[in-house]
């Protein structure tokens, strides 16, 4: 019980960064309204499963490497966001082109797969998330955490990623955006493969600026 306050203030840091914009909020929106409700919620799995990834790693000691190994995390860095840049690339490069699986059921589970896939991808991509992990669990973490406190902290972690998600791509799924991006597909593409090189970009910038 006298873990409850730590447990509160971890939520509710998590849920402040989570909210913020991001790659994974331009990845899962994007996915949601290019596809379908279907594959934006697969995407939002993949964020949490990412998430619960980067807890279960800063539970097990993610924080005290990095500060042990500086080298370790300008490698995170730097792979992290040259894989942000491909991807933004790839939506830049192919906006002009038709949505290929848009209205082909036969191919929907393989497509909700793949959307899996890339938001899992996506998320442990970016460096960052290890970071606000790293930080918020240092703050707020028990010196002596059980491992009942550190199971439903992972659990919490993917509740939390999830349903952010989902939420984003469910408000995105909806008719009227999906019309609204079909109409204006070309540009919106670029501007979202411009926002993910940005911020690939910046990463790998940053890693060699301290």
């Known amino acids: 019980m006298q873990n409850i306050p730590a447990l509160v203030g971890l939520v509710a840091a998590l849920s402040a960064g989570v909210v913020s914009p991001g790659p994974s909020f331009v990845m899962v929106a994007r996915t949601a309204v290019a596809t379908s ?18 807890a279960i790693a800063t539970v097990l000691g993610l924080n005290a490497l990095l500060l042990a190994v500086p080298v370790v995390y300008v ?8 894989y942000l840049a491909y ?22 589970g393989k497509n909700t797969r793949k959307s899996l896939l890339l ?20 703050a707020f973490l ?19 990623e999830t349903s952010w998600y989902t939420l984003v791509a469910l408000a995105l799924a ?14 919106l593409d670029r501007v979202a493969g411009s926002v993910m090189m ?5 990463l790998v910038s940053s890693a060699y600026g301290g």
Do not use: D, H
């Open 119 to 138: 938001g899992f991808s996506t998320q442990i991509s970016n460096p960052k998330t290890a970071i606000v992990y790293a930080s918020v669990f240092a």
């Open 75 to 82: 490698v995170l860095k730097v792979a992290g966001g040259l």
């Open 174 to 187: 909806s008719e009227r955006p999906r019309n609204a991006y079909l109409r204006y597909k070309a540009w």
């Open 37 to 54: 409700r279907e594959n934006g919620v697969a995407a939002a799995l993949g964020m949490g499963c990412g998430g619960m990834l980067f």
């Open 142 to 160: 028990p010196t002596q955490p059980s491992v009942a406190f550190n199971l439903i902290l992972v659990a919490v972690v993917f509740v939390i």
């Open 87 to 108: 991807l933004g690339l790839r939506i830049w490069k192919s906006a002009r082109r038709p949505l290929a699986f848009m209205g082909m059921p036969a191919g929907a």
């Open 198 to 202: 940005a911020l690939g970009l910046e």
